[in-house]
Every structure is written in structure tokens, then in C-alpha cells.
């Protein structure tokens, strides 16, 4: 079996598990203890009710003897036109939170900011935790490994929650604390709420006003930055971690020892040979860690004001609209899919011994 | 806020439980909302660049806003921004319930009381060149809000309010009908003169034109009935533009991130408003919404039970609405470390209370707990102080007589003790009905979450003295209605607010024909079944409220007829223990010496139109 062949099967393997993911999701929805147009008409009358139902496909309208009745549609029934719907992409709207707003929009509008947040806090993680975890590995057993691997051990130990509420005082205090305001430091910006992503709705901006453009862009990385700390400090603790062990186990291998024999440079040694085979094992953390793009993030954009997707996942469900429930969860499913997907193919390039087997 | 449907099966007034219930989150998550502070540095508001100098009153929304088209909205974070941009006949000023005239000039009544005639103002234009405000303008709001697919509030027309209109045979309009579009009685008599009928005399009319729902915009703006094409479609009005005459017009709303309204040039009053803009950062959560203000990015601060310190409140003065007025400080965070700032606290037009379905409850085990239950110590300690304690469920600001008669009618005939929990009396009540240490009675509770789940907690370690032994189980208000409507619920908290300043808004939650759950299904007020027992409180109970139903009309003779069976209902339900009422609700403002605010009144932050704010 070839490399792609290999990686093909992967791919294919996915649309049984979206189309499992979707059943669940569906039964959660439609067969759970909330009934969705109930939780949309809330405290109020039948005739809204059924209206509801039917624009939701649980009931149908029929005429009997001049009267219109409503009828239950099978869940069978239910489950094709739910599938269905998704796959074609018809998403459906908001019925609770935004009204007659379809999911896409509603989407279009919270992913920047969740994005934004979920970007930097993967780039904090990578551009972090995998130096000082190399580091660290390949100097073993000196007061710089100490350093860092406590400081990874400590990172990883501080629940969200609680960094996240510590960071958000500290910081609103700052002015009492260090003697500095951080909402005036460099660019003025706010401690908690969403930054302004303007220029990432309209790179334009970048040609046409580039001073206000710059400028926004410093105050968005600015403002994002204490929450994308707290939301990657875990994982840029276990990369560090598993960074470090990654490195100390290609380092002591013998292939390591015959090229030093061999006199191969020390830099040749540690970018061609050790980086490549220590990064195999860290592909599936980073890939995992995206998903931090999504469901991680509730907490922080709790806590920090940012109302993203996960925020609105959360209210979707707490508020009773199930309709954007089940839409949200599709879009997720889809993403976390396309992340192990994009795992697959960063392991067929980067292993050679994936599909080694046949060969 | 949940509330989707336009019908309801009994005739006269029904209620609203989605704006209870988003009523109760306001009221809880953050303990009362609060408003208001100097924003030292000229800030920094995210997400919009249309924020710019000038005088913009920064303040925090804290509920999701959901729609700004006026027939759409039930919810309060939306009706706070849709009070600067719409206006209706009559206005309740600063949220207070007396209710003044807006854009009417006058209005004349039928003896009857069932034909009305109002006169509007000349010359009042609306936002974006939409034009002048006329007769025929009013009947096409009204319609829209009977028959939009987008309205979430046609009942109040059809049902509440009762113009006379015709169901889909061509009948008589009656509440459950479906309605025949554009059969309404409303009619343009002239230019600027609109006139009305009603199917059965109502007193609260004014009170209910007054309500948001009712704000006139331009004839044919929205397509979404029958005879227009619209100029615009319902998601622009609903998210992006306004097309009302209010003082200010629709700037931005970025959903769920800020939303910001600028002055509006051509408002009929020269000198109004005093702001530039009014900007809201959403913010839903408490911890977030202290930050925020605390590091002066809000005018209005809101400041979340956690942070609240009722040592630093001092009140100056008490109005004769019963809004105080003082000081709130020295805060302890951020920019305004150290500041103290000007503080405002008015009890609001609505109850927060504990229900029991009787039919599954024993009648000891509900006046156990009404012996049990000690306001003066939840208010307190769970509410820090912050809500007043509730006795009746009619909030002492409409309470027939006012506050001091509520207070004489409590002191003198409340049967389970003020201010103290009997547990002896609860203990005896319980052990006559067979029930001691060995053999409790298992109570399960379905709270609201937050707040209140605290509160029956507390409840709950007492009522084990009382040999009942409750579980609390912490409810969202989607599964309350649910379980409700099933007649699943024993015992569950909720609350009401005010859809107009009347005490048969209130009572009609203990109106025992609308108790039953098995007939109304979720269209019951309260999931309490009442109906289903026979005691001479519950025959009372639904006699007063015939009489109630019987006596509609705003005069003075009926007045009087009402007043009595209001008070006759909360007696029955002080006997047989339906709802025992905890708190009325209570809302704070905070804000710096830099603005200046009129108080707002108990209709709730969320009427206070903003034309004569000012800030430096």
C-alpha cells in the first residue's frame, strides 16, 4: 500500500464516522428530553406551537373534514429530512437567539473573533512550548531543563478558569499592581470584550488606510493575547513536556550515534535528522490542540467577553434552540474531521513509514 | 424572550411567561443589573469605529439581543436599544408606570369605553427620510403586529387589548381564533387622527400602547403583511436600520459583540437628545461586566452580586415610588479604584416566586414550607440585600391602597410569620398529617438556575426539620416549561414582570381556571393546577376572579370592584399556599458625577428612553 493509498483510505473512513456523528447529533436533538419547538415557543399557546413544529418538520398539517390538524411526522422520517439538510448544506436558521437568522450568518459573524482567539493561542503554544521543550531535550539534566520543565509541569497545572479570572484582575489592576495601565500600554484597548477585527472582515483596509489598518491590527493582537495565553497554557505546557521526551528519545537512538560518528555536524544532526523524527509524535498534540479553536474556548470566552462560537454554542443550548444546536454541532464535526484529516496528511509526509507495510 | 406564539385559547388576559422568564435571568444572574460611571479615559470602545468623540454615553447590555424590528421584540436587552429608536402613542416616562402621551396629542373615549379616538403630533419625522408620520402609519404598525409572521407579541393587540377584528370564517375575532388579516378595527379618521375599537372594555389600554410593541413605523416599510411590497426586507429593520421617530437612529449592531445608536437630527424637539450616541457593549457574564466598567469603559456600571458590598451602599433619599437614591463606594477595582459613585435603587414591577402543583403536594407540606420560609433572611443573605421581600404577588407599586396598605395587609393577616421561620408551627402542621422523623415527605424542587437555586438550597436544609426531605434540582427555564406543561413539576421557582401596571396582570397567575395544566398545557400561568382541588380558598380564588373578569372597565366604580377581589385573591392563596411569593425585583444603577440621568421608573431599566441624558 502506498503512501496516498494510505492516506485515501483515511479520508474515505470519514464519511462513516460524519455520518455517525450526525445520527447522534440528531438523536440528542430530536430524541432528547427537550422538545425543540416547545423550547422555542416557550411558555405560550398551541397554535404557535404548531406552527413551530411544522416549520421544523416534527409535525405536519393536515385537513380534515375542513379543519386543519396536526399530525405527528415518524421520527424515521425526521431523521431523513435531518440528514439530509446537512448534507446539502442547508443549515436552517436561529429560532431563539437571533430570530430568523440563518446559521450561516449567525456563524459568519462569531468565527472571526473565535478564530482569532483559537489562532493565536495555537501560535503561543507552538512557537513556545516545542522550543523550550527542544531546548530542554537537548540540554538534559541542566538548570535550563529544570527551568523549563517545571515552568511546562506549572502551565499545564493551572486550570483555564482559574488563570483566566487571576490574568483578568491582575491586569485590571495593573495600574495599583506595576505602577503601568495596561489597557493604555502601547495601543489603548480593553481588558475583557472582543477586539476589533475589522481588518480581517476587510483586508482591503491594508492597501486603502494602512496606518488604521496596522493599528488595528497591533490592538487586536494586543487585546487577544491574555486570553489566547490562558487558552493555549496547557498545551504549550504538554508540547514542552512531550517536546522534550520526543527529542531525548531520537537523540540517544543509534541512527543519531552513527551520524556523529560519521562526523556529521552537530547542526546538521539536530535540523535534518533529530527535529523531523521528534515532530512525528508531536503531530497528533498540535492537531489535537485545534480543536481548542472550537469547544476549549467556552470558558475563556466566558471570562474574557469574546463572544465566539463556543459562547454561542453554550447559549444555543442553555436558551433551548435546539435548531442552532444541531447546526453548530454539524460545523463542528465537520472541522474536527477536517483536523484529522489534515493529521493524516501531515504524517504521510513527514513519516516515511507510513504504508511501509506492503511495500 | 422563548415566546413564539400569537394565540391564546382563553379569552382576556394571557400572559406572558417568556418575558417572566427572561425577567428571571435578568433578575439573577447578575443579582439586578446596574448602570452607570465615568469614563475617565476617552476609551476605547471595541468593535466600533463610529464611536468617536463627542459625548457617547457608554453603557453594558447584558442579555443577548435578539431583534430590533418593534413587533418582534420580547426581550429586554433588545427593547433597551429599541426605546431610543421607536416610539409609540403613549409612553411610559423614565419607566415610570403613569403612563403620559407621546407622540398623541389627545384621545377621546366612547362612554362605553370601547371606541377610542387619539389625535397625533404634526410634523414628527421619521429616521432615514423615511418621511412624516400619519394616521395610516398607526394602522399599519398595529397590523404588522397582529399579523407578522415576525411578530412576538400579536396578542397583546388581539388578546389583551381586544380590538375587534374577524377570524379566518369571517366570524367575531375570539381569543384562539386564528386571525383574518387586516380585519382589525383600526382605522385613519384623518391625516393625524386614528381611531379604535375594542371588543370588551379594557382599563389598562393606555398602559398597553405604551408598550414598545406598539411603536409606529412608516406605512409599507416591511413587505411581511398582506398589501405591501415593503421597502426594505424584515432582517434589515430587525438587525440593521431603524425606521422609527425616537430620538436616536439605529448606528450598528455587531451580534453579540456592541450595538450603538447616534442622535437623530430631525427629532421633533430641538434640544433633544443631549447625547451624541449611545453605545452597549454586550456583555453577558457577570465577572466580565464588572471588569469592564471597573476599568472605566462604561458610563453605567454593572456590578454582579459577587462584587456588591451592601456596607457601601448610602442612601440619601427615598422617593415615594420607593427608588433610593445615594452613593455606592468606595469600588475596589481597576480605573475607578477608590471612587465613589452615584447609586439608584428601583424596585420594579414584578415577583419572583415558589410554586407547588396542589394536586400533588399535601397541603401540610405547602404551609410547612410557607413556615419555613424566613424573606427577610433570603433577601439578605442569598439577594444580599439587594430585592425587597414579596408577601403578595401584586408588587407594592400597583398594590391596591399603594405600598402602605400592602405593608398594613401583611403585618395584619399574613398566617406564617413575618420575618422568622416557625419551625415548631411547621413541625406540628406535619406531624398532623402523619409524617415525623422516620416517615419524611420527599419534595422535589426544580429551581431556576443561579440565584435562586442558592436560595432553596438554604430552604432545603431547614425543611429537614420539618420532616420534609427536599432535592433541589437546578432547572433551565426551557425544561421547567417543559416539564411543566406535562404536570411533571412539584414544586418550582419562577417570576413575573409586569406586561402593564395592573394587578389583574399579576393575579391572573392564581386565577385557578388558569392553573390547569391539563386542559391549558404550557398556556397555563402556572403549572400549579389549582382547579384540580376543592377547598373553599380555591372557590373564593375563582370567584374573585370572575368578579375581576366581570369589571374591566376604567371606571371608578370597577376600580373599586377589582381592588377588592385583588386583595381576595391573595388571601385564598395565602391559604391554600399556590405561590408563595419570595422577592419583587429591584434594579441598581451606578454611575459617576459626569452624567446625569433622570431615575428610572418601575416599569424597568430597559423604557428609559434617553432624551434629555447628558454627559460632560
Known sequence: MSRWKYFLQRLVLTVPILLLAMSIVFLIVRAGPLDPARAIVGMGNPAGYHDVAVDLGIERAVRVDGEVRYVDVPLWQQYVDFMAGLLTLDLGQSWVIYPETSVYEVIALRAPRTLWLGFWSVLIALFVGIPLGFYAGLNPNTWGDYTASFGGIVWRAMPNFWLAVILVAVLSNSQQLFGFSWQQLVVPTNVVTAPNLGFLTDPGMFLSDPGRAFNQLLGATKQILPAAIVLGSSSMGNEMRIGRTAVLETINSNYVETARAKGVSARSIVWKHVFRNALIPLIPIITAEAFLLIGGSVIVEYIFAINGLGQLFFTAATKGDLPLVGSLAFIFILLTLSLNVLQDFLYTIIDPRVGYEEN | ?616
Open chain 2, 1 to 616: 424572550m422563548l415566546d413564539k406564539d400569537n394565540l391564546s385559547r382563553r379569552d382576556f388576559l394571557k400572559g406572558t411567561g417568556g418575558v417572566a422568564g427572561a425577567s428571571v435571568l435578568a433578575g439573577c444572574d447578575g443579582g439586578g443589573s446596574g448602570d452607570s460611571t465615568p469614563a475617565e479615559s476617552t476609551d476605547t470602545t471595541s468593535g466600533s469605529d463610529g464611536g468617536d468623540a463627542g459625548t457617547t454615553l457608554n453603557m453594558i447590555n447584558t442579555g443577548t439581543m435578539t431583534s430590533l424590528d418593534p413587533v418582534a421584540i420580547s426581550d429586554t436587552a433588545s427593547g433597551i436599544v429599541a426605546n431610543q429608536c421607536y416610539e409609540g402613542l403613549m409612553t411610559y416616562p423614565n419607566a415610570n408606570p403613569e403612563v403620559e402621551q407621546n407622540l398623541a396629542t389627545g384621545y377621546e373615549t366612547s362612554d362605553d369605553f370601547l371606541e377610542y379616538t387619539f389625535t397625533l403630533q404634526e410634523g414628527v419625522q421619521y429616521h432615514n427620510d423615511m418621511g412624516e408620520l400619519t394616521a395610516s402609519d398607526v394602522v399599519y404598525s398595529w397590523e404588522r403586529l397582529a399579523a407578522s409572521p415576525a411578530s412576538e407579541r400579536a396578542y397583546f393587540i388581539l388578546d389583551s387589548m381586544g380590538i375587534e377584528a374577524q377570524n379566518q370564517n369571517g366570524e367575531a375575532y375570539a381569543t384562539g381564533d386564528e386571525y383574518q388579516p387586516g380585519s382589525m378595527q383600526v382605522e385613519a379618521t384623518g391625516d393625524y387622527e386614528v381611531s379604535f375599537t375594542l371588543r370588551r372594555p379594557f382599563h389598562a389600554t393606555m398602559q398597553m400602547l405604551a408598550y414598545g410593541n406598539f411603536a409606529i413605523h412608516p406605512e409599507g416599510i416591511v413587505g411581511d403583511i398582506e398589501g405591501y411590497d415593503g421597502e426594505v426586507d424584515q432582517e434589515t429593520i430587525a438587525t440593521s436600520a431603524s425606521y422609527g421617530t425616537g430620538p436616536f437612529v439605529l448606528d450598528f449592531w455587531e451580534q453579540g459583540d456592541s450595538a450603538q445608536v447616534t442622535a437623530f437630527e430631525d427629532f421633533r424637539r430641538d434640544d433633544q437628545p443631549k447625547l451624541d450616541a449611545i453605545n452597549w457593549a454586550i456583555i453577558e457574564k457577570p465577572e466580565p461586566q464588572y471588569r469592564y466598567a471597573t476599568n472605566g469603559n462604561a458610563d453605567l456600571l454593572k456590578i454582579p452580586t459577587q462584587y456588591y458590598d451592601p456596607g457601601k451602599v448610602s442612601v440619601e433619599e427615598t422617593t415615594e415610588a420607593g427608588q433610593e437614591m445615594g452613593t455606592y463606594g468606595p469600588i475596589s477595582s481597576g480605573s475607578l479604584n477608590g471612587t465613589t459613585v452615584n447609586y439608584l435603587r428601583t424596585p420594579e414591577i414584578g415577583t419572583y416566586y415558589i410554586a407547588f402543583d396542589v394536586s400533588n403536594t399535601e397541603p401540610a407540606v405547602r404551609k410547612a414550607v410557607a413556615y419555613m420560609v424566613n424573606r427577610e433572611e433570603i433577601a439578605n443573605s442569598t439577594f444580599k440585600k439587594r430585592q425587597p421581600v414579596a408577601y403578595h404577588l401584586t408588587p407594592p407599586a400597583i398594590y391596591p391602597g399603594g405600598a402602605e396598605a400592602y405593608d398594613q395587609h401583611v403585618e395584619e393577616n399574613y398566617p406564617y410569620g413575618l420575618a422568622e421561620s416557625q419551625i415548631e408551627n411547621a413541625k406540628q402542621v406535619m406531624e398532623e398529617a402523619g409524617y415525623g422523623p422516620d416517615n419524611q415527605y420527599e419534595l422535589t424542587i426544580n429551581s431556576y438556575q443561579g440565584i435562586f437555586t442558592e436560595m432553596v438550597r438554604g430552604l432545603r436544609d431547614k425543611l429537614s426539620a420539618a420532616h420534609i426531605n427536599a432535592s433541589v434540582e437546578p432547572t433551565d427555564f426551557a425544561t421547567i416549561i417543559e416539564k411543566g406543561k406535562k404536570g411533571n413539576l412539584q414544586c418550582y421557582t419562577l417570576g413575573w414582570i409586569a406586561d402593564w401596571p395592573a394587578p389583574d396582570n399579576f393575579v391572573q397567575l392564581m386565577a385557578p381556571e388558569y392553573t390547569d395544566v391539563a386542559e391549558l398545557g404550557q398556556s397555563a400561568l402556572t403549572y400549579t393546577n389549582w382547579s384540580e382541588i376543592d377547598t373553599d380558598a380555591k372557590t373564593q380564588a375563582q370567584e374573585a376572579w370572575d368578579t375581576i373578569s366581570n369589571n374591566l372597565d376604567p371606571s371608578d366604580e370597577a376600580t373599586q370592584t377589582r381592588a377588592e377581589a385583588y386583595v381576595q385573591l391573595e388571601e385564598a392563596n395565602w391559604e391554600d399556599v399556590v405561590l408563595i411569593n419570595i422577592v419583587h425585583g429591584a434594579t441598581e444603577r451606578f454611575y459617576g458625577d459626569n452624567v446625569s440621568v433622570e431615575p428610572f421608573g418601575g416599569m424597568g431599566i430597559s423604557r428609559q428612553t434617553h432624551y434629555t441624558t447628558t454627559k460632560e
